[in-house]
């Protein structure tokens, strides 16, 4: 029988203080983030189970981005990214697995174990439209929740979850259109960024999340207007899976990550981590091989440069849209990333929800490799550029030993 965590699908009194704290990484509460699972344990290299959620984990995350065109062949874009939080892990308290006593002795289904947020959005190259939605959760009422056996994760009628035939159904929505996806894997197991899919996020080799990744799954179903009968649309899905004890390095203000594919059937995924200062703190990626091997790029052999910057109207934040990253890993032949936003305004305001402003949408360009060039396309995010804190922070404190 599968084990679950359920949540509550909304729970607007958490849009307060205790909400900023646990995805926002103000506090902490002096309480150290606990040790999540080893190098060799099932849930980290056994699939499906590796896709299910990992209850330890203080902070954990499934994402997917698409790139769709219809059959007027206008280009769409969609992100669905799904959050789940252990609010123990900021403030002590019961396992967020199990239901608190009451104060009668009895447990309690209403205890805020674990916290769950939700973004959606999608945007039309065309129009430039752009529309975000966001819900929260929590713990406790079977409304949302996260599956501890295989992929099913759900706030209310949104979802993403793995059938039995190994496709994801994925459900999401916002004030103007409703998006419904059938995805196909390219492979039996996601791509994993380092060993035991374990991906570092500072200098410091304690600070680390472990990391999955498919970047070129096959999607196709329809976006409607609203309920019923929507307009066919086909095209290639990036899906993330992201899990952590929680513990970020205070040096951190911000990041640049992009998840690129390739027009020769290969793929790129880069993240690079800011100081204060706008300097790189960490750097980490790799470019996937059709095969999935990864070729791994690391601290010094990547160079960013900004090319062009928006200014967001909203928000004022100034986000560079586009790049030119030079790669240079050992081993294999210096590559060129030209790219830049599809349309400029894919600014995400989370006010009703992770309380975050970040950047993030479709790019296009080229990667120019020993002279010959390929198509590029894919997602960019960017957080930190207008305050406020980035997506994923929940402890600013010492990571636990390994």
Do not use: C
């Not at 799904?82 to 009451?102: E, Q, S, W």
């Amino acid at each position: 029988m599968r084990s679950r965590v359920a949540a509550l699908g909304a729970w607007p009194a958490l849009r307060g203080a205790l909400l900023i704290a646990a995805l926002l990484g103000a506090a902490g509460a002096g309480v150290p983030p606990r040790r999540i699972d080893s190098d060799r344990d099932p849930g980290v290299i056994s699939f499906p189970r590796a896709l299910g959620a990992h209850p330890d984990a203080a902070l954990e995350w499934w994402y997917v981005t698409a790139i769709l065109r219809d059959d007027d062949g206008r280009t769409l874009g969609a992100q669905w990214t799904l959050f789940r939080v252990r609010l123990d892990r900021l403030g002590g308290g019961a396992p967020a697995t199990g239901a608190a006593p009451a104060a009668g002795g009895a447990p309690s289904a209403w205890r805020p174990g674990d916290l769950y947020f939700a973004h959606v959005a999608i945007g039309d190259s065309a129009s430039h439209s752009f529309g975000v939605a966001e819900r929260v959760g929590r713990t406790g009422i079977a409304i949302a929740g996260a599956d501890t056996a295989d992929l099913d994760v759900r706030i209310r009628d949104w979802f993403l979850r793995r059938g039995s035939d190994g496709r994801f159904r994925l459900r999401g929505a916002n004030d103007e259109r409703t998006l419904e996806l059938t995805l196909t894997p390219s492979r039996p197991r996601p791509v994993a960024w380092g060993p035991a899919f374990r991906s570092a996020k500072s200098p410091d080799p304690r600070y680390f999340s472990r990391y999955q990744t498919d970047p070129w799954m096959r999607a196709e179903g329809t976006i409607s207007p609203g309920p019923g009968a929507g307009r066919p649309v086909r095209g290639t899905a990036w899906f993330d899976h992201e899990w952590s004890d929680g513990a970020f390095d205070s040096a951190v203000v911000g990041w640049d990550w992009l998840g690129a594919r390739l027009g020769d059937g290969r793929a790129v995924m880069l993240y690079r981590l800011r100081d204060a200062r706008g300097g790189t703190r960490h750097f980490f990626g790799g470019i996937v091989e059709r095969d999935g091997r990864v070729i791994p790029v690391g601290p010094g052999q990547a160079r960013w440069s900004p090319l062009r910057e928006w200014r967001s109207p909203r928000t004022e934040a100034r986000y560079p849209v586009a790049w030119r990253i030079l790669l240079e890993p050992p081993g294999a032949a210096r590559m060129t990333l030209d790219f830049g936003a599809s349309f400029d305004a894919q600014e995400l305001v989370t006010d009703k929800s992770t309380r975050v402003t970040y950047w993030e949408g479709m790019v296009s360009g080229t990667a120019e490799e020993e002279g010959a060039r390929t198509p590029l396309e894919g997602y960019l995010e960017l957080t930190g550029y207008a305050g406020g804190g980035v997506p994923g922070r929940i402890s600013s404190g010492e990571p636990t030993g390994r």
